[in-house]
């Protein structure tokens, strides 16, 4: 099992910035991959980045050159970098890892006010 602990999230003016966490536990041996997903209202969830262990990332295009991902492995932490963020980045957005199973944060939410 791995447990996921998602951390950063708040409230920012367009044009802010917001940094979230990620705290891996448990059998993180296990992991390939991890990402950030996100959920806005009345949307599904959707990819915002992602990692793998040898260190490759990917983006969504609404995000590349404002978003970064990033991940300590001696902290078990990744990290996404939010900048120049928008209104329409507002959303929940949810941790995930992936291994032989998909594991997922509680989420934490971030609003982003015009």
């Known amino acids: 099992q791995v447990q996921l602990v998602e951390s950063g999230g708040g409230l920012v003016q367009a044009g802010g910035s917001l940094r979230l966490s990620c705290v891996a536990s448990?059998?993180?041996?296990?992991?390939?991959?991890m990402g950030w997903y996100r959920q806005g209202p009345g949307l599904q969830r959707e990819l915002v980045a992602d990692?793998?262990?040898?260190?490759?990332?990917n983006y969504d295009d609404s995000v590349k050159g404002r978003f970064t991902i990033s991940k300590d492995n001696a902290k078990n932490t990744v990290y996404l970098q939010m900048n120049s963020l928008k209104p329409e980045d507002t959303a929940v957005y949810y941790c995930n890892a992936e291994g032989p199973l998909y594991y997922w944060g509680q989420g934490t939410q971030v609003t982003v006010s015009s």
């Open positions: 990692i793998t262990s040898g260190g490759s990332t």
């Open positions: 448990g059998s993180i041996f296990r992991i390939n991959r």
